[in-house]
DNA sequence: TAGATTGTTAATCGATTAACAATC
DNA sequence: TAGATTGTTAATCGATTAACAATC
């Protein structure tokens, strides 16, 4: 059902269409072209309305698109509307920041925080208490989660993500600077932020040698 | 002055190569070919040879590259060897995370934090006094700065952005949701994590309708 | 209806892969 | 020298942009 594959360019361009979507509705527009969503977007019009159509039609002719239904659409796309679980796994600095930060605009809440280390277990953070990594086990026996947050050093990395498949989890967010080889059902997103910084030192030293701020936009 | 424009495609591949050079470093390989790095690294040796000779010929017919060497000049390209400083702009959960972590292996360090909050102002985060965001204009006339890290809530980031670039700063690691709109010659690099997480919840939906976990591996 | 704008096909552009001559 | 592997050119593939007929 529905298999058609579509691109990962196509893909990571859906959350900044939904972000851009988000404001028009807190402005009170209810209706948009594509032309003038690519002007506020500084992206293609063609672009746009070939991205959407790989989901389906959500325009009209002569009219543009309702932004309110498209924001919903795009949303559902994306599985916001689907109140989704994750757990933190590492409770260093990283971890302990976004087990803090509010996902509940997308979805997402934090249901559970793990660690190993003896000190920081029993600790509490945004009004959850840590648990030993030995009991995500059954934590994910008893509960329905979808994301695993890894925010551990490297060197347990491959071997906490391992256990966390092997408990049934299907989706990690990975923080850790390490490409995790898993079985190839398992979803993961890599968020390397030191090589996210070199690639901006890099633009920062050769500045000037290239048209930077026009294509930066999709760098995230 | 060396001014053919690299694609950003490269550039992005380029912390990814230094890493898996420093993998192989610290397990003593010498010499590598790029047919067997591309096995390592799940990618192809035309690849890896096409990426290098956008910077030089770094490596030697029948032979292939010496590891060490390629490692610094990698390294130098992306300027790790420049011993940069950033200032953390909010002191937040984020920041705070940021703050503390240690940059100094890709040659950066913290040189100051600040923020609005009067409650927050004073505080030590890692060894250094989160100072108000009124003084970041003296703080950059007297301090060698080259990249501003943003972690404040999109209502200020962009205010915060043109105070930061009149003031002389001229790249931005901006973790805001948004899209700042700077002077061209400005390089930002964005880290939107919630649309990395909306894009990981795409892929664990649609799961085994594409190939995922093959071309994972630069959605960082 | 006439004007506007979509959905979609065709053309272009750029990035990746393959091939191979150069050379260590 | 023979074998290996690079640097680089050529071929392929995929993504972006342009064009336009369909239609609201």
Do not use: C
């Not at 003038?36 to 309305?49: C, F, G, P, W, Y």
């Amino acid at each position: 059902m529905g298999s058609k594959t579509i691109s990962s360019a196509v893909i990571k361009r859906l959350p900044r269409y939904y972000r851009y979507l988000g404001d028009l509705l807190e402005n009170g527009i209810e209706r948009i072209s594509s032309k003038e969503l690519s002007i506020r977007m500084k992206v293609t019009a063609s672009q746009i309305r070939q991205d959407l159509n790989n989901f389906g039609g959500f325009g009209q002719q002569g009219y543009g698109y309702q932004v309110r239904y498209l924001h919903d659409e795009i949303g559902k796309i994306l599985g916001l509307d689907a109140k989704q679980s994750m757990i933190i796994i590492g409770a260093g600095n990283l971890g302990t920041a976004l087990a803090k930060y509010d996902f509940s605009h997308i979805g997402f809440r934090v249901a559970g925080i793990f660690d190993v280390r003896a000190d920081v277990i029993g600790t509490e953070i945004g009004g959850i208490r840590v648990s030993s990594f030995d009991t995500v086990e059954v934590f994910l026996k008893e509960h329905d989660v979808q994301v695993a947050v890894l925010t551990i050093p490297r060197s347990n990395a491959h071997e906490a993500a391992e256990r966390l498949v092997k408990a049934g989890i299907g989706a990690i967010w990975n923080f850790a600077p390490i490409d995790l080889q898993l079985d190839s059902n398992i979803v993961v997103k890599n968020v390397h932020l030191d090589e996210s910084l070199m690639t901006l030192s890099y633009n920062n030293m050769h500045k000037g040698q290239e048209r930077l701020s026009y294509s930066s936009y999709m760098d995230g």
